[in-house]
C-alpha cells in the first residue's frame, strides 16, 4: 500500500460522499421502515412472520385466499394442494416455521436464512403431521364402524393405523426454503432420503421442493404487488419486504454505502488497500484518535494533557494544571466498548471502587451538585465507574474527530471547574472530604 494509492482511494472516496450527499437532497435514499424494526436475516420475525401475514386467508390484509393461491402458483403446487377456500395457515405449529393446511393436503415450510439445522428436524415435523392426521383418520373411522365387532376391531386395530400413517405422507409436502434454494443436510432429514421431488422412507414418500427467496419468493411478491391493486398500504408493505428480500440476496445494494463504492467501475483496484486497512485496523484506531489529540494540543497547546490509550481504542483529557490529582479527578474521554460502540464521557478518576457510595455522598458536597448531575444507570449498577450525566453512545461508523471535539468543547470549562473544587479539597489535609478515598496518595 503507497501513498499515492492510498490517496488516490481516499480522492476517490471523497468524491464519492460528494456525490452521495447530492443524492440525499434530491430525495434518494435507501430507507426501508421494516429494517428499521427487524434486523434483515430475522428469520423468524422479519421473514416467518411477515410470510405468515400475507399467507394467512384470515390476514388483516382482507384479501382472503388470494396471496395463497398466488403462492402455492408460484411454487407449483396449486394443483396438488386443491382447494383453498377453507385453507388455514400457522405460524410456529409444533415448531414449523409455516404450516398450511385445507385438511387435506399439507405444507411443511421450513425457513433457514443462516441458522443452521437442527437434528432430525425435517423428519420430526413429517411424523409430527402425518400422526397427528392419522390419528384424526382413526377416530372418524371408529365413529363410522362403532357398531362393528370390538373384538374384531381390536385385532385390526394396529395394522389399519400404519396404512392410515402410510397414507397421510402422500398428503405432506416439505418447502424448505432458503436465500439461494440449497437442500437440508441429512442430520435434518433423518430417515427421510432426497431423491428426485420427494422424501423417501422406505415404501413412504412426501413431496419436496427447495425454494428460494432468489427466485420463488421474488416471483411470488411481483405478482402479490400486481393483484393489491390501488390498496395503497398493502402495496407498501409489499413493496417493502421485496426490497427487503432483495437485499438479502444480494439483487440490490445500498445505494449509499462502501459496497456501493467498491462495485463502481475502476474503483476495484482499492479492494486490496481496504482489506490492508481493515487488517491493520487497531493502527487505524489509533492513529484516529491521535488526531484527536493533535487537533486539541494544536489549539491549547500544552495546557491540557491529552494519553492516547496503549489499546488504541481511547484517549482521554485533562487540564494540565491538575498533574498532581491525576489519579482522583474528571477525565474527558472516549472509548471503543466490546460492542463496536463509541463512548463519549466524562469519568472520575481514580478511586476506592469499595465506596463508591460514599465516594459519591463527598463528590456531591465537594462540587455542590446532586444525583442528576451524573449518568444514573452507571450510577446505580456500575460499581467500578462513575460517569457525569454528559454521556453519549454512538454507532463506531458515526464517530468522528470533529464529535469528540465538540464534546470536549461543550465540557472543558465545567470540569475544569469540578477538578479545582476537587483539587482545593484534596488541599486541605486531614480536613480533606475525598482524601480518605484515593487508592494512591502520590
Known amino acids: 500500500m503507497t501513498d499515492e494509492n492510498l490517496g488516490l482511494l481516499l480522492e476517490r472516496f471523497r468524491e464519492f460522499t460528494i456525490d452521495i450527499e447530492a443524492r440525499k437532497k434530491r430525495g434518494q435514499n435507501d430507507f426501508n421502515p421494516l429494517l428499521c424494526v427487524q434486523k434483515l436475516d430475522d428469520e423468524a420475525n422479519m421473514h416467518s412472520g411477515f410470510l405468515y401475514a400475507l399467507l394467512n386467508p384470515c390476514g388483516e390484509h382482507y384479501q382472503d385466499d388470494l396471496f395463497l393461491k398466488l403462492f402455492l402458483d408460484s411454487i407449483n403446487l396449486k394443483k396438488w394442494f386443491g382447494d383453498t377456500n377453507n385453507a388455514e395457515v400457522y405460524k410456529e405449529y409444533k415448531n414449523i416455521d409455516i404450516y398450511i393446511t385445507n385438511n387435506n393436503k399439507h405444507i411443511i415450510i421450513e ?64 418447502l424448505y426454503l432458503t436465500p439461494d434454494a440449497k437442500d437440508p443436510t441429512q442430520q435434518s432429514l433423518g430417515k427421510w432420503e432426497i431423491q428426485g421431488d420427494y422424501l423417501i422412507n422406505e415404501n413412504n414418500q412426501v413431496r419436496y421442493k427447495a425454494i428460494s427467496y432468489n427466485n420463488e419468493m421474488i416471483d411470488w411478491l411481483d405478482s402479490a404487488l400486481n393483484e393489491a391493486g390501488g390498496i395503497r398500504n398493502l402495496r407498501m408493505a409489499i413493496e417493502c419486504y421485496t426490497d427487503v428480500v432483495k437485499r438479502l440476496t444480494g439483487q440490490k445494494e445500498n445505494t449509499m454505502d462502501l459496497q456501493a463504492f467498491f462495485n463502481k467501475k475502476g ?72 460492542k463496536e460502540k463509541v463512548w463519549l464521557e466524562i469519568y472520575l478518576w481514580k478511586y476506592d471502587i469499595e465506596q463508591k457510595e460514599k465516594v459519591v455522598i463527598k463528590i456531591k458536597e465537594v462540587l455542590d451538585v446532586n444525583d442528576e448531575a451524573f449518568d444514573s444507570y452507571r450510577l446505580k449498577y456500575k460499581k467500578w465507574y462513575l460517569a457525569l450525566k454528559e454521556f453519549e453512545e454512538i454507532d463506531l461508523i458515526d464517530f468522528t474527530q470533529e464529535k469528540f471535539i465538540n464534546f470536549f468543547e461543550s465540557v472543558r470549562k465545567q470540569i475544569d471547574e469540578f477538578n479545582q473544587k476537587i483539587k482545593d479539597d484534596l488541599a486541605k489535609g486531614q480536613d480533606s472530604k475525598l482524601r480518605k478515598f484515593l487508592t494512591d496518595n502520590d
Open 111 to 174: 425457513n433457514k436464512i443462516w441458522a443452521r439445522d437442527q437434528d432430525r428436524q425435517i423428519e420430526r415435523y413429517i411424523e409430527a403431521i402425518a400422526k397427528e392426521q392419522s390419528l384424526e383418520s382413526s377416530l372418524e373411522s371408529s365413529d363410522i364402524d362403532s357398531n362393528d365387532d370390538m373384538k374384531s376391531s381390536e385385532i385390526e386395530s394396529s395394522e389399519s393405523e400404519t396404512k392410515q400413517v402410510n397414507k397421510a405422507y402422500e398428503n405432506i409436502a416439505v
Open 267 to 338: 474503483n476495484e483496484q482499492f479492494l486490496e488497500i481496504a482489506l490492508e486497512l481493515v487488517a491493520r485496523r487497531d493502527e487505524v484506531l489509533k492513529a484516529h484518535f491521535s488526531a484527536i489529540k493533535r487537533e486539541i494540543e494544536s489549539k491549547y497547546k500544552k495546557d491540557y494533557e491529552i494519553n492516547v490509550w496503549d489499546s488504541g481504542r481511547g484517549v482521554s483529557v485533562r487540564h494540565s494544571k491538575f498533574d498532581e490529582i491525576h489519579n482522583f479527578c474528571f477525565y474527558i474521554a472516549t472509548e471503543i466498548t466490546d
